[in-house]
Every structure is written in structure tokens, then in C-alpha cells.
């Protein structure tokens, strides 16, 4: 049984729950109307309506490649300031500032080659070698710390000053808010939010147009610092935000909750979509791991949607290489059989690093950060987590490079052109240094993600999870170089393996692909998107069975060691209300055993029969609106037969149209009862809620909430009425019997 | 308003409704059973349970690899027997013959150098070379029609005797089926049957073990016949068979129609993945096109079956190349901006050429293969087209190369080692000529598959479409290269182009396969899951975003010209009973207003406070199975008051339990009036069916069946029973409203 208790009642309170259902028929009405106006002028009007649309996200994807644009080349910039600076222009990064010298694009190994590019060392003239290194590492550090400082702080500013600019996005705007506890909303991936307000919520401001830029320009300073995160998730963040404020321009998705998310949808695509130049991972993303609702409509325009920003991020090409694939590789070999084993092995290892790193970012949320003076000081957080990455990131060649370059250097084959930082020494010394220096940058990297992610800055896990994975995958396909190498003659492999003498008989970089495929499935625990994703970043379809079995294992495997992947365990360590439509439910240990225990049976109820005047139900709005439920509304009955539902909404808009605000005035709620026909509200009540037996399933009841996304169902009992189940008080009842802790709720 | 004579009664009568929240609560009560067993054992059995879906999807895509490769390899077989016989062994197949010369596997250009293969003219040694090819023609076209006409009496007899075998998928078996029309199940690409079996309906037999045989069989003789028709579309329909067939192993998928459709789901994944090497696209398609209902734990099945099917064809290794990508490409080169415009060309043309496909199939259909000699006689409806595709193929060089060899010849590029049949040939007449003859090949492909698609043999419409679009797209790409190479100086692309010297500026075969994308998408309909099988079809990620643009203009055009995909368009013109959840049924032509014109009100009920003897509710039960609602049930009322619901299965069930079948026995639906306890039926009522309000819109009745999966609603009127809407009833509705032709179907 729910306890009623005051306890409960402020539960959730920043969320506003949407009726879909409600949104739905809206809509349906409203075209049913242009629909019914004839001749060339309805044509216009359905084609402009139908137009909308595509509009909306064709801008959505031009705006979002150009943020995605603007943020990496910030990044770049920044990345490459921590290193030195260009003498030329202190605006150009390294790259640019070399163009002339590598003019084909990026070229990792030219570095050296050009003078224009300065060390801070050089800058300061040091000329001893050592000094110049120690130097060299103290500008690094303050770098990286002053970008981490600045970002961190952004978003605490934007947190103080949230409430204000907040309104736009809200539902009911004269309610206020009873706590005023300040929200970082620009801080983490903000995947989990986007996945709440998905799934039927609103959060106020969270998508807002201030959100929006101090998300963008506090994610490029925290890129530029090198901290073991990733872009991926605030990007879908800034997407979503993008996507929130441009729905304002049209009044269809604007006055229309359901309609906004099918466009949030599309946003979450488009953000994947430039975050990794990957559309079609974007979009499957978005289907798999992020929206709630998912239409065959919706699924079109977020196709769209990912197309437009990946031309147009190809089109303004932020890193001048012609190119949007991220990690291009070329393998020019096929796998062979006995290599079955190594995969599935790096599937299980994929599983238990992902898993563990989810636990240890839970466990360390939970009981350090917390619970220790780092809960009242994050951005003192941020600035020690930094120093700490930096620290440890400068003394190994394979952490100082930036993240994606040292992914794009363990994915690639050895051909005999580079020369990749000695990941292609192939005798013992080079691979035995390799492997150990790997081995660091692994632990260095898993250890600095579970201190980083859930700091107070822009975070993405997909980067970090990656990174994790690339090294113990290249780390197992430099084992298996040095074995085939050295036993040649060993029977598994030396059929397929004689002839080839320079011990490529494996790729190590495919190893380091598949390792990554496979530790970022046991942290997200997607499997679709994951693998099309895996693709488009590499731009190679020959090990798609291997990376489709490595993601399969590893899910497995992590799935046995942590149920729930990194977003849903966010969700609930946020305490966001979110009906994950994936879980089963089964409330074996409950007592639970028809909806009865579960409806509130309290709530004011609308007789139609009763005096109602305008001055009480002013006074019932008043109540509801202090219980915790001001989204809620009023059961209407007649005889104690349920005959409708008022939403609160519906009903204060009554309200304010009855004129003559004479409290004492009597409001009709039945047709046959009218008298003064000012003050009928019939029309504003729900003729027809749903209603669900007393005698159903907690079963019934979730497939309707999860599937037709209500807001309140009412209980009958043969007709009359018995109470209203309303969502937040679903998912309050499902945290009790799923025995979630409570203390850690919001 | 619904007419109620006799006419509506016998539609649908072939399809029984599933109730998919009945066997969700009925699975959900199953495990919770499970998981109340404490101890080891619990642990056991749950595991075991747990288990069971992964061994099934397991063994369902091996099982699928097993027969795709059985049907490939005896296609190829077939194909080659057209041309000639390897004299060293009849059963070998040209490539296997000739495998000591190419033993790199699959080399289409080394056929003359086969010493051990002969043509049927060097069989019967004619020597005068215009005898030999007169000969060889005749030879083709009399082993292609032995082909197709043993396969269209396979499948006739097949129809002839399949009611007997279809027994075990049937739901109620006692109730013998009206009308003997037999049905030739194993005809046709069997998507739009499977896709309305998957929307909730049992169709008996169609998915039954002789079905599968027939149509795997019947499919290897029309594809060696030559003919114009795909294997996707049939590998689908063999794969959810294999399905089927399987799950009778497990009690927990034989006895629950809702989750044996989830495994139907997965297997449908594992035909794509099986016949197109692309088991991500299978996934997709299965999501995007084929499937209804697709929670996340059936995605991951179907990724699982999908792996285990591509993985298991790849070890099997049916072509002997050691590859399962069908069109291997690997072009060198990226696109140019300017060539955006050509692909925005292809995309309309795509849309023109798909529309214009699936509308002369169903204008052929419709007028002339349904209202003429055809009807009646189908095998020589069959034997007429092979002659006709046959002889028109034989003529020109490109379409006399099987289907699979010629899309393959369009989309390769222009290497120096290889010549593609003067694909290649870069002098103006060379051009000329391949462009003259890709339009012959084109108008030929394009007309016979219309009038292919639709005959009485397991047909898919995937390769035809992709045909279609790959020569118009190669001849775009051979004007394009003229182009290039005439006026080398033309401002838009000179500056891209002018370090080109061969007039490999563009790459003909990217416009192939952009055109064969963007053809396929006019027909289908779908946009993810087709980029994706384009992708894995080819091997390359370098066209992504071409591939996407045309894809997504291609539809637009598409939906300009017909409204609907070829599996709708398929569906309706079969007749099926489809509620389709992408259409919105916008009833703006009608006078519905409320459920009550909708509901049926004439329907038995069963008051608690009746005498209700065991005669009379078998009376009733007689009654109802002659009604045309076969699979409904009776509302149980309580003085006009709904109370409860019996469905006429749970109620036969209980009459056959209720000892003593003494007709005078009074059974008890309330427990309060109970007097003998072996007539109790109230444990077979259930207590808590789902109600709407008699001034519900459609749009509610809609979305509670379309995402619920109901097989009936009841209407009450304030707690009083009104009527029942039940989901058959609802579809002969809705194609009232939407006007729909009602003498095509069935």
C-alpha cells in the first residue's frame, strides 16, 4: 500500500506530466478541421500544415550542424592551446596554423615540421630540455584548468539564474514552484533528461535557449581540457534544446506536447548524427536508446533530420579534411575463423569493463560525491578532477594526445607508410613497451572516467567507453601479433596463417575496433544503433559479424553483472519519474493484487448535482494545486457515477472565461441542469476518460499508461466511480515495490 | 453506420484475432508463477525459462542459413542448366565445374577457358554457329519454362491440399471453416500475409511445415527459371515458417499467439539477413516494415537470430567465395558536391519509376489478371510469362546474365583489370551502345516484372526494383561520364574534375546503385532499413549521404503518385484485415461521431441472474460461431451493468469441465448466487475487460487497438452495457470510411 503521508507530495514536483492521448485527439481534431475546408484555399492550408514539419527539422538540422561545427572547431582549438600556440594567429589551431605544410588534411606525424607552431616552452625561450618539458607540463595543467574552471563555472551560473528564462518551455506558468533548488542543467550528457521529458514530462527550462548556449560553449572549454568525457550526449542535449526553441516558431508543434516530442525525437537523431558524423546511427539511436514514442512518421523525419545536418557538418567540414568519417579505417583483410574466440573474448571483456564502470560511477555518485564536501563544491570538483586527468594524461604518449586521436591510432592498421606513435614496432621490445604503456593509459583512462563522468560540466560517456575498449581490444590483438609471430607453427591458426610472413596475419586495430564495439555496448547496453554507429565512425562494413557478435556477448555479460545500462541507472540515481517501458514489472514481492490499493480514493471529486459555484471549485483548484499533483484534475459524478474528467488546466481556463467573476455564481457541469448558460462548463469536460475496472491487473494498467501514455486513468466499480491512478503515483508506487532506495531521489 | 445483413459476415472469416494484452497478462501471471519458486530449483527453472527465447531465436537462424543456402545453391544449379551441363558431373554447377581454373572463387569473366562446361548445342554437337545459338535459345527457354512450371504446380498443389495440414497453427479447432477456397499460400513474396500475422490475426497454414517445403522448393526452380522476381520477400516468409514450426518446441511460445509473434519478428530479421547477407538490415526491415508490436527484448532477439543466421551462411559458404556480400564494391572516391544535383535526379526518378512499378502491378492485378482467363487457369499464366521473359532476355547481353550478376555488373566500378560486357568501354560508341542497351534491358526488366510479380509462385519484388533502379541509374552515370570527358571544360565541375585525365571523374556505378536505392525506396517505402541493406548489400560506407538524399526524395515522389508501399498496397488488394498503424484514418467523409455507431448491439449476452443452463450457453456458443465472430465472446451483465466478459473459448473450456453434461445444469457467473460448485464459472469471467465510454472519438477506439493490440472493447453507457466493438468489426468499418473496394476483396 502507498502511504499518504505529506512525504510523497513534493516528490517530483518540477515535473509536469503530458497526456498524449489528449495531445492526440487534439491534433486529430484540429486537421480534421482544415480538412473540411474545401477548394484551393484547404488545399493551401493542409499542404502549408503538412509542410510545417519538414521544415521545422530541415532548420533544426542546418542549426544543429552548425552548433556541432562551431563546437568542434572551438575544441580543436582549444585542444591544441594546451600544447602551444601559432605565431601566425593566435586563432588558429594547429592544423590550420600548419595547412600549408600538410595540405592534404590532417596529418598526425608532420607535427614536428612546422615552425609556425609554437610550445609554450618556445614561446618563454627555455632552452634547457628538461626545464622546457617541466615547463611545458605546468602550461599544460594550467590550461586544461583554467578551461575546466571556466566551464564549470558557466554552468553554475546558468543554474543560479535558470528560473527566469525557464518560462517559455513551462505548461502550467502560475504555479509556482515550491523549492527552489538551483538545477545545473547544462552539466552531464543530459541523455537521461532527454529521455524523461521523452517519455512524457516536462522539465522546465531543461531545453531552453540559455541551457542551449551555455551547454555549447561550456562543452567546447571541457573538450579543450582533455578530461576523459566525450560529446556525444550533450550534443543530443544541444540538438534537443535546438529542436525545443525552433518548435516555438510553429504554433502546431508550439501548443502541442505530444506533437514537440516527435520532433525532440528527430533533434536526438540529428545530434548523434553530427556528434559522430553518423545518420543512421543517429537515427536508430534515437529509436533504441532514447525516445519513448517512436512513430512510423517520426522515424521519416528523424532520417531527414540526420541527412540535413550531416550534409550540411560535411558541407562547412570543421576540420578542413574533406571528410565526416571520424575514425576512417582501411582494413584490407578479412577475419578468419579461429579468430571467433578472440572476439568473444573481447565481447566478455567489453561486458565486464562497461558493467564495472557503471557500478563504480554509481557506487562512487553515491556514497563519495554525495556524500563528502564535493556535493557543496563541484566546481572545486572539476577543477581537482582536471588536474588529476592532466597529471596523469601527460606522462604517457597515448593519453596526452587528445581522445579521438588516440582511438583514431588504435583503430588504425599498421601500413608501411606511418609510423603510429610505435603501436607498429612489431619486435618484442616495441610490442612489450606498447602493451604496457597501453595497459596504463587503460587504467589512467577507466579510473579518470569513473572521477569525471557526473561532475558538474558537459559529459558524454560514449568517448571514454571507446577509449576503455580500444585499449584492451588493441592490447589483445597485440598479444595475438606477438603469438602468430612468434608460433608460427602453432595448429589453430597456421593454416590460415603461413602465408603471410610479417605477422599480419591479425589486425591488431580491427582488436581495438571490435574491444570498443563491444565495451561501449556494456555500458549503453544498445545493440543496433551501436553496431551502425560502429560503422559509420570507421567507415568499414567487413567485420560486421564480429562486432555484431562482441556486442552481443558483451550485453549479456553486463547485463548479468548490472541490470540496467548507464542511462537508466542516471535516471534513476537523478530520480527523473520515467516508466521504463522496457522493464517488466512483476511484483512478486508486493501485496499488490487489484488497482483498488493502487488509485487515490482522497481526491476532490465534482458532483454534478452539488452547488458548484465558481468561489469552490476556485478553492479545489486551490487545493490540488498545493498537494503535489497540480497536473491532476476532477472526476465528475453524478449519482455517484463517474460521467467525465476536468483537468485542472481546462478548468481555471473556464473559470477565467465565466464572467461576472461572482464567486457565489453556480457552474453547470450537465447538460439537463443548465440554467444560466454563461457558466456551462460541459464543453470543457472529458465526456468519455478512460476508466479501468477495480477488479484489473497492475498488469493492465502499466500497458495502458506505457503504450497509450496517459495521464490519470479512473477506477470503476460497476460504473461508479472509486479513484484516480495518476502517473507520478504509478511510478512512486513502482519505485516501493522495486525496493529502489528513496533517499537518493532527486 | 455499419450495415448489419449478411453480407459483412463471412469477411475475415479465414482470420481469428489474437488478444494481445489477454496473452501479455497470461504470460506476465506465468511468470510470476515462476518466480515465486524459491530455492535452487526457482533459480533453475526460471533460468531455464529465461533461456528458452535465446536457444529458439538460436536455432531458428541456423535452421534459416540451412535452407537459404539449400535454395541458393540449387538455384545456381538451375540457373546454369538454362546455358549448359558440366560434362564432369550433372549435379555441379558452372562455378564448381570450373574450379580448378578459378579457384579464387567467383570469376564471371573466365567462363570461356571452361573446358568441362558445355553448352547444349556442343551436347548435340551442331556446329554451324547461327544453329547453335537458335538451338541454345530454344534450349534456355524449354528448361526455364520446365523450371517455372513444376515450381507454379508445386505451389498449386500445395493450395489443393493444405487444409488438412494446417491444423496445428490453428487457434480453434473445432470450428470448421465455411468456405473450402483453397489458397495457393506458398505464391507471392508472403510479407503482406506475414505482416497481417503479425498485426494479430492467425492465418491457418500459412505458416505450417508444408508451406515451407513447397516454397523453398518452388522458389529454387522459379529463380533458376530466370525470371524477373526476387528471393527477399519469400526468404522472409520461409524464415517466419522456420519460425513457427520451431516454436511448437516450446510450451511457453506454442500456447501464447502474443509472444510467438515476437519470435515471428526475430525470424523475419534472420530471412533478410539471410538472403541479402545483411543482418542489421534484416533487423531494421523486420522493425520498419514487417513488424507490428516491437518491444526492446524483441529487437535483441531479433539482432541475436540475425547474427546466428548471417554467421551460420557465411560458414556454410553457399557460393564458395568465402563472402556473403553480394555486390562486393570498392570504389576509391568520394563524391563531388556537384554530383548532389544527379543524385537529387535519381531520387525522382527513383520515386517515378517505384510508384509507377506498384501501381501497374496493381492496375495488372486488378483489370486484367483478376478479370480475365488468368483467374482461372494460373500455371499457364506462369508458363506464358517465362516463355515471355525468357525469349525477351535472351536477347540482349545484359539481361541474359542472371538478375543477381547483371545489378552486380552495374554496380562495379570501371577497374583496369576487369571489362564488364562494355560497361566499360569509354569511346562514344562503346557508350552509345551500353547506354542503348541498358534501356532495352530496362523497359524489358521494368515490364515483365509487372507482369511477373502477382503469379502463382513465390515471388519477391526486391531484385526486380533494385534492376529497375540500377539501369537507370548507370545510364545516368554514362551520360554524366560523357560528359565529363567531352567537355571537360564546363564551369561546374572543370575545377573538380580537370586533374581526371580517363574520365573517371564520376564512377557510373555509384549512380546505379544510388538509382537502385532510390528505386527500391519507391516501392517499399522504407528509409532505414534500405540505407542499411544498401550498405551491407555493397560493402561501402562512402555513399551514405547520396544514398540517404535519394532515398528520401524517392519517397516523397513516391507518395506524391500512390499513396501507399507495395506490402499495403498488397495487403488491401489481398484483403486482408489490417490495422494500420502508420495511416491515421482521418473520417472526415463520414457522419460517425461516436462509438455508439460503431458498437455492435445486438450481440448475446449473458446475465448473471439468468437461468443459464448448460444447453442454453451452448446454444449460444452455436449461434456465435455462425456469426462471422467466431473468436468473440459474450458480455456478462449484472442488471444492464457490465460485470465481466467471457470469451467463447474460456467458456467452451469451461463447459467441457463442468461435470455432468446434463443440458438442465444451471451455471453460475456471480459468486454471491452459487449453488453447485461444479458450475461455477466466474474463474473463467474476466472481471476487469476493458470499457470505453459511449462518447469516446474514433481516435481513442483507434489508438487503444492499434497500440494496445484488443480484440474487442466494450461500450458502456455509465456503467451500462451498450455494446462491443470488436477489432474484424472495426476493420470492415474503417474501409467503409475510407472507401475502399470492397468487390476485390478476397
Given amino acids: 500500500m502507498l502511504n499518504e503521508g505529506g512525504g510523497i507530495r513534493v516528490w517530483y514536483d518540477d515535473y509536469t506530466t503530458i497526456d498524449w492521448i489528449h495531445d492526440y485527439v487534439k491534433e486529430r481534431v484540429r486537421i480534421r478541421k482544415l480538412h473540411s475546408i474545401k477548394g484551393i484555399r484547404g488545399w493551401i492550408v493542409t499542404s502549408y500544415d503538412g509542410l510545417q514539419g519538414w521544415v521545422l527539422v530541415f532548420l533544426i538540422g542546418i542549426v544543429t550542424a552548425c552548433f556541432a561545427a562551431g563546437v568542434d572547431i572551438a575544441a580543436e582549438w582549444g585542444s591544441d592551446l594546451k600544447d602551444g600556440y601559432c605565431t601566425e594567429s593566435l586563432r588558429l589551431n594547429r592544423n590550420f596554423c600548419c595547412a600549408n605544410i600538410t595540405n592534404n588534411g590532417l596529418d598526425l606525424n608532420d607535427d614536428n615540421k612546422c615552425d609556425k607552431w609554437n610550445s609554450w616552452s618556445q614561446a618563454i625561450r627555455i632552452h634547457d630540455e628538461s626545464d622546457a618539458k617541466l615547463f611545458d607540463f605546468f602550461a599544460y595543467v594550467v590550461v586544461a584548468l583554467l578551461f575546466a574552471t571556466g566551464s564549470a563555472l558557466l554552468v553554475k551560473y546558468n543554474s543560479l539564474y535558470a528560473r527566469p528564462s525557464s518560462k517559455s518551455s513551462a505548461r502550467i506558468e502560475d504555479i509556482e514552484p515550491k523549492r527552489k533548488e538551483l538545477k545545473p542543467y547544462a552539466a552531464g550528457s543530459g541523455i537521461p533528461e532527454v529521455k524523461t521529458i521523452l517519455s512524457g514530462f516536462v522539465i522546465r527550462g531543461f531545453l531552453g535557449i540559455r541551457t542551449l548556449w551555455i551547454k555549447a560553449i561550456s562543452l567546447a572549454m571541457v573538450v579543450s581540457a582533455g578530461m576523459t568525457l566525450g560529446k556525444e550526449g550533450p550534443f543530443v542535449h544541444i540538438a534537443c534544446c535546438i529542436g525545443n526553441v525552433l518548435s516555438r516558431l510553429f504554433h502546431k508543434y508550439n501548443k502541442n506536447e505530444g506533437k514537440r516530442r516527435e520532433i525532440l525525437s528527430a533533434s536526438a537523431a540529428a545530434g548523434v548524427s553530427v556528434a559522430f558524423a553518423a545518420p543512421i546511427g543517429g537515427v536508430l539511436f534515437s529509436l533504441e536508446e532514447v525516445s519513448y514514442y517512436f512513430p512510423s512518421k517520426t522515424l521519416c523525419r528523424s532520417f531527414f533530420c540526420a541527412i540535413v545536418a550531416a550534409v550540411s557538418l560535411k558541407l562547412i567540414d570543421p576540420f578542413n579534411t574533406g571528410k565526416i568519417v571520424m575514425f576512417q579505417v582501411s582494413y584490407n583483410k578479412d577475419w578468419h575463423v579461429f579468430e571467433i574466440v578472440n572476439f568473444l573474448i573481447l565481447g566478455v571483456l567489453g561486458g565486464l569493463f562497461g558493467a564495472s564502470l557503471c557500478k563504480l560511477i554509481l557506487l562512487y555518485t553515491k556514497y563519495i560525491r554525495n556524500r563528502t564536501w564535493l556535493k557543496q563544491w563541484p566546481v572545486v570538483e572539476v577543477m581537482m578532477v582536471v588536474v588529476i586527468t592532466a597529471a596523469v594524461n601527460f606522462g604517457n604518449k597515448y593519453t596526452r594526445m587528445s581522445n579521438t586521436e588516440l582511438i583514431f591510432g588504435l583503430f588504425s592498421e599498421c601500413t608501411n607508410e606511418k ?13 612489450f613497451e606498447a602493451f604496457y604503456l597501453l595497459g596504463l593509459a587503460l587504467i589512467s583512462k577507466f579510473l579518470t572516467c569513473v572521477i569525471t563522468f557526473g561532475i558538474r560540466v558537459p559529459a558524454g560517456i ?23 609471430m612468434t608460433y608460427p607453427d602453432f595448429p589453430i591458426y597456421s ?13 591488431p586495430g580491427v582488436y581495438a575496433m571490435v574491444g570498443a564495439a563491444a565495451s561501449l555496448a556494456g555500458v549503453t547496453r544498445s545493440t543496433v544503433s551501436l553496431t551502425v554507429i560502429m560503422f559509420e565512425l570507421t567507415g568499414t562494413l567487413t567485420y560486421v559479424l564480429p562486432i555484431m557478435t562482441a556486442i552481443m556477448i558483451s550485453k549479456w555479460v553486463a547485463d548479468g553483472i548490472i541490470k540496467h545500462g548507464i ?36 481526491l476532490e471529486v465534482i458532483d454534478v448535482n452539488d452547488l458548484n459555484t465558481i468561489g469552490e471549485l476556485k478553492n479545489k483548484l486551490k487545493k490540488l494545486s498545493t498537494s503535489g499533483y497540480s497536473d491532476a484534475g476532477f472526476p465528475i459524478v453524478d449519482n455517484k457515477i463517474l460521467v467525465g474528467y476536468i483537468a485542472s488546466t481546462e478548468l481555471e481556463h473556464a473559470l477565467s472565461l465565466a464572467h461576472g467573476s461572482d ?8 447538460d439537463e441542469n443548465v440554467i444560466d448558460k454563461s457558466a456551462n462548463f460541459t464543453a470543457y469536460v ?14 493492465i494498467v502499466l500497458e495502458l499508461f506505457k503504450k497509450l501514455g496517459l495521464r490519470y486513468v479512473i477506477v470503476v466499480d460497476r460504473g ?27
Same sequence: chains 1, 2.
Fill in 419 to 431: 609510423e603510429h606513435d610505435g603501436l607498429c614496432d612489431n619486435s618484442f621490445n616495441g610490442m
Fill in 462 to 484: 560514449f568517448i571514454p567507453a571507446l577509449l576503455v575498449g580500444a585499449c584492451f581490444g588493441r592490447m589483445l590483438g597485440i598479444v595475438m601479433q606477438y603469438l602468430t
Fill in 495 to 507: 593454416t590460415v596463417c603461413n602465408q603471410n610472413i610479417n605477422g599480419d596475419c591479425v589486425i
Fill in 567 to 602: 542511462y537508466d541507472l542516471l535516471i534513476d540515481l537523478g530520480g527523473h519519474p520515467y516508466l521504463d517501458s522496457k522493464t517488466e514489472y512483476d511484483g512478486a514481492n508486493t501485496t499488490f493484487t487489484t488497482t483498488l490499493d493502487l488509485c487515490q480514493r482522497d
Fill in 663 to 670: 464567486n457565489l455564481t453556480r457552474c453547470y457541469f450537465k
Fill in 686 to 699: 472529458n465526456q468519455a476518460p478512460l476508466t479501468i475496472s477495480k477488479n484489473a491487473s497492475l498488469e
Fill in 720 to 746: 461508479q466511480y472509486v479513484g484516480v491512478i495518476n502517473k507520478k503515483r504509478l511510478l512512486i508506487y513502482l519505485r516501493q515495490i522495486t525496493g529502489k532506495d528513496m533517499n537518493n531521489m532527486l
